[in-house]
């Protein structure tokens, strides 16, 4: 079993709706939870971070942290074509301070 | 420049020859982070260092790859005898100690095993 997982898409979504990423982590003790952008050719950008339950939002972003089913998501209202990239997501488990990446999903967004 | 700074950002090598692939953090940045992107992936976690010493070097795939850091700063991840399965991008992050710190990544090295 992975140890973080993402749904590894394509999710297209057409510009201006919500666009929903979703990842699930498998240490129940898991901390901090990240999500990062990438785009292709380029190395990961941080747009969020979380570690307590609840929504946190920044901008079109929003974070979800929801501990007791063990999943994080990531809103991204009013889509643009510049949000088309793949999202990472990523967990600080609570052993160690290494942090794990799921595959990622990749999103489309259409004019 | 502040950021992470890896070094090359382009290696070439035949199969069988040693690498060394270097990473310089952000100053005062105390962990340091060694991932394993290949093409279409996600990013496959080596090695991590907190200080000079290395509390989880789990994710290095086999005796050929060796990583240290010295100083409490630049380090270097060593290929010995390279195959073609290891041509990738490796990423370097460092981060400040704390929960919520994220992590910062240099541009990468793209090593190609011919």
């Known amino acids: 079993q992975k140890e973080v997982e993402q749904n590894s898409g394509p999710l297209s979504v057409p510009e201006g709706a919500i666009a929903s990423l979703n990842c699930t982590y498998s240490d129940r003790g898991s901390q901090s939870f990240f999500w990062y952008r990438q785009y292709s050719g380029k190395s990961p950008e941080l747009i969020m971070f979380i570690y307590s339950n609840g929504d946190k939002e920044d901008g079109r972003f929003t974070a979800q942290l929801n501990k007791a089913s063990q999943y994080v998501s990531l809103l991204i209202r009013d889509s643009q074509p510049s949000d088309s990239a793949t999202y990472l997501c990523?967990?600080?488990?609570?052993?160690?301070?290494?942090?794990?990446f799921g595959s990622g999903t990749r999103l489309s967004i259409r004019p | 420049g502040a950021g992470v700074s890896q070094s090359p950002s382009n290696k070439v090598t035949e199969k069988g020859k040693d690498v060394e692939l270097r990473c310089d953090p952000i100053s005062g940045h105390t962990a340091l982070y060694w991932y394993r992107q290949s093409l279409g992936q996600g990013l496959e976690f080596l090695i991590y260092?907190?200080?000079?010493?290395?509390?989880?070097k789990s994710g290095l795939p086999s005796d050929r790859f060796s990583a240290e850091r010295t100083g409490g700063s630049v380090s270097t991840l060593t290929i010995q005898r390279t195959q073609q399965e290891d041509s990738a991008v490796y990423l370097c992050?460092?981060?400040?100690?704390?929960?919520?710190?994220?992590?910062?990544f240099g541009d990468g090295t793209r090593l190609s095993i011919l």
């Open positions: 260092f907190q200080g000079n010493s290395a509390p989880d």
């Open positions: 990523a967990v600080k488990y609570s052993s160690a301070s290494k942090i794990i």
């Open positions: 992050a460092s981060r400040q100690t704390g929960m919520d710190q994220p992590q910062h």
